[in-house]
């Protein structure tokens, strides 16, 4: 078994380069993936950026608020946000704290990845048992009233 630690105690001060008020620690790295834990502190920033590869920005504590291309939205605790590759990102605070894990995956997607492995896996044809398609969307709207938001006006 192997555990990794994060949190207080277990971030490097100053976080990833270009991040303004962000602490972090590297949770795994290898070719398929790095995870992350980022702790943004009040009026902190990851830089608007883009990169070759596709991360996920999990929100697990606080909130503020992440660009996604020219969007820009709010999110909190509970909240996951899609980076696509190529596309510029980037995340701040303003009110008050908020930490993410961040998943950057290895290249833009997995579809070099989706071929059958022969003797693993069988091709299913359309309308065969099994066969899901992808949903596409994106999260809507959520208005938040003022019990949902702490002293600083952050979501809880």
Do not use: C, Q
Not at 90 to 111: C, H, K, N, S
């Amino acid at each position: 078994m192997e555990i990794r630690r994060f949190g207080v105690g277990h971030r490097r001060a100053g976080g990833p380069a270009g991040t303004v008020g962000v602490d972090g620690v590297v949770i795994h790295s290898d070719a398929r993936a790095t995870i992350s834990e980022l702790a943004f502190a009040k009026g902190a920033s990851i830089p608007v950026h883009d990169s070759p590869n596709s991360a996920w920005f999990i929100v697990i504590e606080g909130g503020g608020y992440v660009l996604v291309g020219e969007e820009e939205r709010r999110v909190a605790a509970g909240e996951a946000v899609l980076w696509p590759a190529g596309v510029l990102h980037g995340a701040r605070t303003v009110y008050g704290p908020m930490r993410a894990i961040a998943v950057e995956l290895a290249g833009p997607d997995d579809r070099h990845l989706r071929a059958v492995l022969e003797g693993v896996a069988k091709r299913l044809e359309p309308g065969e048992a099994g066969n899901v398609n992808r949903g596409v969307g994106r999260l809507a709207e959520r208005p938040l009233s003022d019990l949902e938001r702490d002293r600083e006006g952050e979501p809880t």
